[in-house]
């Protein structure tokens, strides 16, 4: 078995952004304020590995209501490349005080080789809670594969559960419609779980289910034991409620007799051949 490839992934995350982040902002406490500098913000480009996809704008406007309050308390950190600087972190802050429309911004220019940007950027937003769960799921696949290391390694390295780790990266295999409907929050993670191990076709039925007929993941998961258990769902048939499909099933059977009956979409409709059986509906009903 070959050895697990050992990189300064493997400190940890201290020891990573122990270079970067902390050891600057320990130095910015001990009185070294010459080291923060004010950057002219067109000369600053996000940092290419950068994990996160989506960004809450309203989040950001508030952080730029508190710069404009307050000033930026914490510079940004980026790294000199080429005749600019490239973002190490401070995304939300950079990008809340372009709303401000300020040319400079307060930054620390760091020492750090441009090859340990990948593991810092995805290991810092690892950490945040903004991330959503199919950016994070790729985010710990690249770590995974990059630094060749376990999920055992990975759940020590940022702290998290590996059952939680597991069930992040099993996103991955759901299909691209289910994972842009999870970015876009039209289904929560809790749905999507749901759907991990359906058939392409079968997880693309009751995924327009979910997000047609609104249902919960308590639905969604009677929907998904019916499908296993054999149970055929047609696609005009997507919610014929989960809940109660022995009601409606019953239902069915005892309308039968007064007509062709067809139970759909929350409708019921029933086609009656001749007059005589509109009148014995009539006369049961009433």
Not at 40 to 60: C, G, L, T, V, W
Not at 75 to 100: M, N, Q, S, W
Not at 258 to 285: A, H, P
Request: glycine share 4%.
């Amino acid at each position: 078995m070959a050895k697990t490839k050992r990189t300064g992934l493997g400190r940890g995350l201290d020891a990573i952004l122990g270079d970067v982040e902390l050891a600057y902002t320990k130095e910015l406490e001990s009185g070294k304020k010459d080291m923060v500098l004010e950057l002219e913000i067109d000369k600053i480009k996000p940092n290419p590995y950068q994990p996160r996809e989506i960004f809450d704008e309203s989040a950001i406007k508030e952080l730029s209501q508190s710069i404009e309050r307050h000033g930026l308390i914490q510079p940004i950190i980026v790294f000199e490349k080429d005749d600019g600087y490239c973002l190490i972190a401070g995304e939300r802050r950079l990008r809340a005080t372009k709303l401000l429309n300020k040319k400079t911004i307060k930054a620390i220019v760091a020492d750090i080789k441009s090859q340990n940007l990948r593991e810092l950027a995805l290991i810092e937003n690892i950490q945040r809670e903004d991330l959503n769960p199919v950016e994070l799921a790729h985010s710990y696949k690249e770590l995974i594969d990059e630094y060749q290391i376990t999920q055992e390694d990975l759940s020590n390295i940022i702290k998290k559960s590996r059952s939680q780790i597991t069930n992040t990266l099993r996103l991955l295999t759901l299909s691209k419609e289910t994972m842009e409907a999870l970015k876009e929050n039209k289904i929560s993670q809790g749905h999507a779980k749901v759907l991990v191990g359906l058939e392409k076709e079968e997880e693309i039925k009751v995924l327009n289910t979910i997000i047609g007929q609104k249902l919960n993941v308590r639905e969604t998961e009677n929907l998904v034991k019916r499908l296993k258990n054999g149970e055929k769902i047609e696609k005009t048939r997507e919610k014929v409620e989960p809940l109660f499909q022995d009601e409606i099933k019953s239902l069915k059977s005892k309308l039968d007799k007064f007509g062709k009956v067809n139970i759909k979409n929350r409708k019921i409709t029933i086609e009656f051949k001749e007059i005589s059986q509109i009148q014995n509906l009539i006369n049961k009903i009433s």
